[in-house]
């Protein structure tokens, strides 16, 4: 068991077989003379007073493996755990990012979509009613759709990402993940252990050694990142609680400056329509207006995904790094056990 030479002696002892001491603090050796002759203890005593200073160097070293083994077991013990542990949080942190690259391609998507049926949507109104009393409403109207439709898509997408982040804090993987991230955001490291024992001393510290090296490692990923917390201002006064007519608001009021200007630019010119190339540039200038327009909901979405996401995506390299340095020290301290 504990690998000695087979020259090494072995001692079983009784030294106190029958509790003779109990209780007390003031004893003296002879109380146990009687059973001296068959307790071992006077064999032990007679093989030290024989160790010779030669011998104690040798003796020494075994010692000091022996309890260098026996440290090195329960640390093992401790970075097994401490790898089974922090597996499951870069699990969490690897979910994150995959989420996160999913939803911004599905908000790209949107915002796509949304932009291919604005194009050519007002110059096309305008082709079709010309300048009549209609052209307005119409465009008016069609605007309208055009914002309700895309804007609902938008709004279920928020409403996937809110009902994935239900789900995903309710598993119990999320509970050491979010553990972590506070952890890693209190003031100050956690406070040395304290002294209880040789072997534990050293136990003790395996657990703060991880979370300060893991701090620092996620410290110096966040100083290069800046995006967890990033506020859109243009659609500050709007908020994500307004209706579509409201937040279609400003999409009419280019509307009517497009057909005052369209109409405009038709009596000066003294013709019954305006040319196609100041049509189609003043249908341009409207939508990009209403492309100005659009663009900070898209953002509020995207700001969302980014805030959900920020402390996995902010800890995903470092912890599967962190996992890898643990994999590698358990795979060590394997070879030391095992001889190799």
Known sequence: MFALDDRAPVFVVSQDPFQTAGPDTDLYPEIWNAFRDWD???????????????????????????????????????????????????????????????????????????????DSLVEEVVRRYGDT??????????????????EARLQRLRQSIRKTR?????????????????TLESAQDAPAATETGAVAGHLDKVGTMLIG?????????????????????????????LGTAEAALPMVVYAAQFIDDYRAGSARQKQERATA??????????????????????????????????????????????VEQLREAVAAGDRLLSGH
């Open 133 to 150: 009393a209609e052209l307005q409403v119409e465009l008016q109207r069609t605007l309208d759709e055009w914002f309700a439709r895309h």
């Open 213 to 241: 090296t893991l701090k620092v490692a996620s410290d110096a990923a966040k100083s290069t990142s800046g995006k967890k917390a990033r506020v859109l201002k243009a659609n500050e006064g709007w908020g994500r609680h």
């Open 166 to 182: 239900e789900r995903e804090r309710a598993r119990p993987s999320w509970a050491g993940f979010a553990s972590l991230v506070a």
């Open 277 to 322: 190339e100041s049509l189609r540039q003043a249908a341009d200038e409207c939508t990009r207006r209403i492309r100005d327009t659009w663009q900070p909901f898209v953002d509020e979405v995207r700001d969302e995904i980014i805030a959900e996401t920020a402390d996995q995506v902010d800890l995903d390299a470092t912890l599967r790094e962190f």
């Open 40 to 118: 071992g203890m006077r064999d032990l005593a007679d093989a030290v007073a024989a160790v010779s200073p030669a011998e104690l160097s040798a003796w020494r070293h075994a010692a000091g493996q022996r309890y260098w083994t026996a440290v090195l077991a329960e640390t093992m013990t401790e970075l097994r755990t401490q790898l089974q542990e922090y597996t499951a949080r870069a699990g969490v942190a690897a979910n994150g990012v995959a989420r996160r690259e999913d939803w911004e391609k599905e908000l790209d998507h949107l915002d796509g979509a949304a932009q291919a049926a604005l």
